[in-house]
C-alpha cells in the first residue's frame, strides 16, 4: 500500500510542478479571444490538483451548440474529429439514435472549457521546452493559440450539413404534398 501511496503522491507533485509550470498570462495569450472565459476553469484545474477544491465544470454554450465546430474554432483538431464521428457513429450502431447525438451535446457542454484548458497548458509547456528564449515563447505561444477561422468555417460548414441531412426526411415528406 505504501508503494502505490508513493506513487500517487509523485504524480500528484508533478502534475502541481506541471501545471505551475504555466502562468495565466500565458494561458490568456494562448487563448486569444474571449481568453477571460478559460481562466476560471484554468484556476479550477489548478485548485483541483493541489485539493484546494473538488470536482468542478464550466459549461460552454458554443460547444454544446455547435459541438465539433467549436473544436474545429479552438484548434483541437483529435477532439473535433473524434466528436464529429461519435454521434454518426452513435445513430449508425446503436438504437439511441439523435438521442445520443443530444447526450454528447451536453457532455461536451461541461467538459469543453477543461479540455480546452488542458491542451493550452501542454501545448505551452511544450513551447516553452524548445523555445530559445522567453520572448520566443512568447511569440510561438500567441501564434499557436488563438482560433482558426477557417477551423470555424469548415467546422460550421459540416454542422449546417448535418443539420439538414437531419431535417432532410422532414422536408422531403413536406415537398410531397400539394
Given at each position: 500500500m505504501g508503494l502505490l501511496a508513493d506513487r500517487a503522491s509523485q504524480r500528484k507533485a508533478k502534475l502541481i510542478e506541471k501545471l505551475e509550470s504555466v502562468s495565466d498570462a500565458e494561458i490568456v495569450a494562448f487563448a486569444g479571444p474571449n481568453a477571460d472565459r478559460f481562466?476560471?476553469?484554468?484556476?479550477?484545474?489548478?485548485?483541483?490538483a493541489t485539493g484546494k477544491k473538488s470536482f468542478s465544470l464550466r459549461w460552454c454554450w458554443p460547444a454544446f451548440f455547435f459541438g465539433s465546430a467549436w473544436f474545429l474554432y479552438r484548434r483541437m483538431?483529435?477532439?473535433?474529429?473524434?466528436f464529429l464521428f461519435i454521434p454518426i457513429l452513435l445513430a449508425?450502431?446503436?438504437?439511441?439514435?439523435s438521442t445520443g447525438g443530444s447526450s454528447l451535446a451536453v457532455v461536451l457542454a461541461m467538459f469543453a472549457k477543461a479540455a480546452y484548458v488542458?491542451?493550452?497548458?501542454?501545448?505551452?509547456?511544450?513551447i516553452k521546452a524548445r523555445a530559445v528564449s522567453a520572448e520566443d515563447a512568447a511569440a510561438k505561444?500567441?501564434?499557436?493559440?488563438?482560433?482558426?477561422?477557417?477551423g470555424g468555417v469548415i467546422g460550421g460548414s459540416i454542422w449546417v450539413g448535418l443539420?439538414?441531412?437531419?431535417?432532410?426526411?422532414?422536408?422531403?415528406?413536406?415537398?410531397g404534398r400539394s
Open positions: 481562466l476560471p476553469a484554468w484556476h479550477d484545474m489548478k485548485d483541483q483538431y483529435a477532439l473535433a474529429a473524434a449508425l450502431f446503436t438504437p439511441i439514435g488542458g491542451h493550452a497548458q501542454s501545448k505551452i509547456r511544450k505561444i500567441v501564434r499557436s493559440g488563438g482560433v482558426s477561422i477557417a443539420v439538414l441531412l437531419t431535417f432532410a426526411p422532414l422536408f422531403a415528406g413536406m415537398t
